[in-house]
């Protein structure tokens, strides 16, 4: 679905309150500029007229709509710029939902795949909107073919981009794969442990701890897949120690089970994407 489709099916909520909030100032110069801000095709224009609109009354639409005609031009910086404002100004969690997703979406196009995927999460969490679900799923799932690698993995965990967004801690997941109800990697598991392990040892995150928690999908056994995400999490900070000597105190293992599913659907696709390893920066 375009970004435009997906901002309009998200945006009621925060047309009411810019509605709201035009008839309570008495400032029509604000809806009109809009009014013909969303008429225009040129997105260049679009903005000029936008800004004036912001300029006669700062509104949530408004930013929001300043962002996506930015982000048409590839001014990420300035997109990300007016959807802070866009958050700031944000009335309920709808609203915080449908501005962080699209600042997923300009994190996307400037090639950083693991903040937009924390972002789109973020989203998720104010409102679980099932098109940003599907756009987060169908981003996984075109990364779930081959390991992550190392350079993605340390700038995933050195970033502190999402920070303003209220995500708090940097993370990534990783498909580390497993034999069968086993805690033992697989070809393809070891291969994205060792991405992970040359990610950990370089200088970009030294100094830095982490926590390796395993996750499970829900098929079995609740308490099975609880020892199971434990021993596999253990599996990966073994590794790390072991092959790319990585200091035992700066790693924690633990599992989760299948107690924070990404996707609780039945579908394959969605229990591949909840079998994971999740790699957590550890505050202090």
């Known amino acids: 679905m375009p970004l435009n489709a997906r901002l309009h099916v998200a945006g009621v909520v925060a047309g009411a309150v810019l509605i709201a909030a035009w008839a309570a100032a008495d400032l029509p110069a604000a809806k009109r500029f809009y009014d013909q801000a969303k008429a225009e095709k040129e997105p260049a224009r679009q903005i000029a007229l936008l ?7 700062p509104t949530f639409e408004a930013y929001l709509a300043l962002a996506d005609a930015e982000l048409q031009t590839k001014a990420y910086a300035e997109a990300r710029r007016s959807l802070k404002q866009a958050l700031e100004l944000a009335a309920n969690d709808k609203a915080k939902a449908q501005a962080t997703f699209v600042t997923g979406e300009v994190f996307l196009a400037e090639g950083q795949r693991s903040d937009a995927v924390l972002l789109f999460r973020r989203s998720i969490e104010y409102h679980p909107y099932p098109n940003v679900i599907e756009r987060l799923k169908e981003i996984e799932l075109a990364q779930a073919g081959a390991p992550v690698p190392a350079a993605e993995i340390a700038g995933a965990l ?4 999402t920070r303003s967004f209220s995500v708090q801690a940097a993370s990534i997941d990783l498909r580390i794969g497993f034999a069968l109800n086993s805690a033992t990697l697989d070809a393809r598991g070891r291969a ?3 991405e992970l392990g040359r990610a ?14 395993g996750h ?4 079995g056994d609740a308490a099975a897949n609880q020892k199971l995400s434990e021993r596999r999490a253990e599996t990966v900070r073994g590794l790390l120690v072991k092959e790319f000597q990585i200091a035992a105190s700066r790693l924690t293992a633990m599992g989760k089970g299948e107690t924070e599913l990404l996707y609780p659907g039945d579908a394959e696709s969605d229990h591949a994407l909840n079998r994971r390893v999740e790699v957590r920066v550890r505050e202090p």
């Open 51 to 57: 800004e004036q609109s912001i300029a006669a009354l």
């Open 158 to 161: 050195g970033s502190t981009a």
């Open 192 to 194: 994205q442990a060792e």
């Open 200 to 213: 950990l040892s370089g200088a970009a995150l030294a100094g830095k701890s982490f926590e390796i928690v």
């Open 216 to 219: 499970t999908d829900k098929q």
